[in-house]
């Protein structure tokens, strides 16, 4: 096991969910995306954190400027129906941020359930689109079930059995009204964690549970400046799927990302 040595976490600061929403909005600005594009997508990961899912929220935005200088984001996306019928569509990202076009997916779905019972929007060709926890909640408030799930092109799991990453973490979500209660909203990575836990944890020096990552020889890594690298970059080696080891089931992670996929 590759464990962890020291711990030099820099202190934590608070910051009013207004300003990082105005900072956040003044950064896009900056790159030039349009302002059609930059509402749903700031208002999307900053009430991402506020429901407390840092992983996925603004803390992606060193990532997204990552994507920008690579040339791999389009800034000024065409959002548009690729086709259509009654009850399903297909709409194009167009390479920008996946947020918007997952708004624009959902509410989709959501307007073609209240008129036939069911509704199914999918999105092709966009990059990271935050928690998808956030889209199948706006279903639940509006009175329905909303699911969702996605693939991605960034390999990090390796099968069970298997040291060579073949998966995202293909996360499903899951969300329902509940009366006079909070909505139910279940969303989760098909891996044992998502890699937005390991950027945390490596951004803050913070040992990581063993079982979360392994390495080329399928040895548990918790020391996150190792983990990181296997994560993101590495091919072999990355994250456990849900469930950790064989013994503990992890062929239920890897069957459910297979599915995603």
Same mark, same amino acid.
């Given at each position: ?101 997952? =708004?624009?997916? @959902?509410?989709? &779905? ?5 008129? #036939?019972?069911? *509704?199914? +929007? ?72 998502? =890699?937005?836990? @390991?950027?945390? &944890? ?5 040992? #990581?549970?063993? *079982?979360? +990552? ?48």
């Amino acid at each position: 096991m590759t464990s962890h040595k020291k711990n030099t976490a820099p202190s934590q600061v608070r910051i009013q969910a207004n300003l990082l929403d105005k900072q956040i909005r003044a950064i896009f600005s900056a790159w030039g995306m349009p302002e059609k594009i930059i509402e749903p997508t700031v208002y999307t990961m900053v009430e991402t954190d506020l429901r407390g899912i840092d992983s996925h929220g603004i803390g992606m935005i060193m990532r997204y400027e990552e994507y920008l200088q690579k040339g791999l984001l389009n800034i000024h996306p065409n959002i548009e129906i690729l086709r259509e019928t009654p009850a399903v569509a297909q709409i194009t990202g167009d390479a920008g941020l996946g947020h918007a076009p997952s =708004v624009k997916a @959902i509410e989709m &779905a959501c307007d073609k359930a209240e008129q #036939l019972g069911v *509704g199914i +929007v999918s999105v092709t060709n966009s990059m990271h689109h935050g928690a998808v926890g956030a889209y199948a909640l706006r279903a639940a408030r509006r009175g329905m079930i909303g699911f969702g799930c996605t693939a991605a092109w960034a390999h990090c799991i390796p099968p069970t059995r298997s040291k060579d990453a073949m998966f995202a973490t293909n996360p499903i979500a899951f969300a329902a009204p509940a009366g006079k209660n909070r909505h139910f909203v279940m969303d989760f990575a098909t891996s044992t964690v998502a =890699v937005g836990k @390991i950027s945390i &944890a490596w951004f803050n020096d913070r040992p #990581l549970p063993p *079982g979360w +990552v392994i390495d080329a020889e399928g040895q548990s890594v918790t020391y996150p400046a190792i983990a990181h690298p296997l994560c993101t970059k590495e091919r072999q080696g990355g994250l456990t799927p849900l469930g950790g080891t064989e013994e503990m089931s992890s062929h239920k992670g890897y069957g459910l990302a297979a599915m995603v996929e």
